[in-house]
C-alpha cells in the first residue's frame, strides 16, 4: 500500500475506459441489498467510473472520487453521478452521511489508515464498506492462457508497481478495519475478439511502465504470438476473473 500518489493509469486512461471488463450486475444487487438505505455511496478510486455506473442503478446518488483527474475525465456522465478528483484520505462528505463506501480494485494503491478513517468518518452507523479486486485473467485455450501467462510474469513481470502483490493474493493480506462479513462469490467474464484483449493489456500498469522504460509496445510482440493460435482475429472467446471481495460494517452505537 502506498503513503503517497503516484498516477500508474495517466498514460492509459483511455485503455482503461475502453477495455476493463465490466462488474457482474448481481454484485450491485447484492451491496445494495446489504445496505439499510439506498441514498448515497462513495466510490473511492472510481477510475473511469466502472463500478459507479453499476452501483448508480440501485443508489439515489453516487460520489465517485479519484486522485487522478485524467481517469476522472474518462468517465461516462451520468445524472445521478458526481464525480469529484479528491485523495482517499478527504472525501470532502459530511460525517454520518453514506450508506455504502466502495473501492473496486484500488485499495492496494491507498494509504489505509487515513483512507479508512476517513470511510469510518463519513458511514453512517451500520453502514457498509466494501473493496474488492480481480486478478489475472483466464482462459479456457491452454495455448492463449500458456501466452499470456509468459507476458504477465516474464515480459512485463518486472514493470508490476510492488502494490500489485496484494492483488495476487486476493487482498488476503491487507488489514481490514471491521468484522468480514460472509459474501457469495462473484466473478467477472468477457467474451473478447483478439483486439479487445489487446486492448486489455494495454491498460495495465506494468504495460505503461514497460512502454515508457523500453520504448516499445511489449503487446505488439504478443499479438505477433496470438494472431496463429487465434486463427480468426475476430473470434470470441472467453475470459474469466474471480473477484476477491471484502465487505465489512461500522458498528452501531451501544444502547445506553
Known amino acids: ?54 452501483l448508480a442503478e440501485y443508489f439515489d446518488k453516487v460520489l465517485a472520487t479519484d486522485a487522478s483527474a485524467e481517469q476522472l475525465a474518462q468517465a461516462p456522465p451520468h445524472e445521478r ?30 494509504d489505509l489508515p487515513s483512507f479508512y478513517a476517513e470511510a469510518h468518518r463519513v458511514l453512517h452507523p451500520g453502514g457498509v464498506l466494501a473493496v474488492w479486486s480481480y486478478g489475472n485473467l483466464r482462459s479456457g485455450d ?11 510474469y516474464q515480459v512485463v513481470g518486472p514493470y508490476w508497481p510492488p502494490e500489485r502483490q496484494h492483488v495476487e493474493t486476493g487482498y488476503r493480506q491487507l488489514p481490514f478495519p471491521y468484522p468480514a462479513e460472509l459474501a457469495p462469490a462473484f466473478t467477472l467474464t468477457a467474451h473478447w475478439t483478439l483486439e479487445q484483449l489487446l486492448g486489455y493489456l ?8 514497460y512502454q515508457a522504460a523500453q520504448g516499445e509496445d511489449p503487446v505488439e510482440r504478443l499479438a505477433r504470438q496470438l494472431l496463429p493460435i487465434w486463427e480468426d482475429p475476430w473470434r470470441r472467446l472467453e475470459f474469466r476473473w474471480p473477484l476477491a471481495l471484502l465487505v465489512g460494517r461500522k458498528p452501531l452505537p451501544p444502547c445506553d
Open 142 to 152: 491452454t495455448a492463449v492462457a500458456g501466452a499470456l501467462h509468459h507476458f504477465h
Open 81 to 110: 453521478i458526481n464525480y469529484r478528483t479528491a485523495s482517499p484520505a478527504a472525501s470532502g462528505l459530511a460525517n454520518a452521511c453514506v450508506d455504502l463506501v466502495t473501492v473496486a480494485q484500488a485499495l492496494h494503491w491507498f
Open 1 to 54: 500500500m502506498s503513503s503517497g500518489f503516484t498516477n500508474h493509469f495517466a498514460p492509459v486512461a483511455a485503455a482503461y475506459r475502453d477495455y476493463r471488463p465490466h462488474y457482474p450486475d448481481a454484485l450491485f444487487a447484492w451491496l445494495a441489498q446489504q445496505c439499510e438505505r439506498q441514498q448515497l455511496v462513495w466510490d473511492c478510486g472510481a477510475g473511469s467510473g466502472q463500478a459507479s455506473v453499476g
Open 202 to 209: 494495454r491498460s495495465w500498469s506494468a504495460t505503461a511502465r
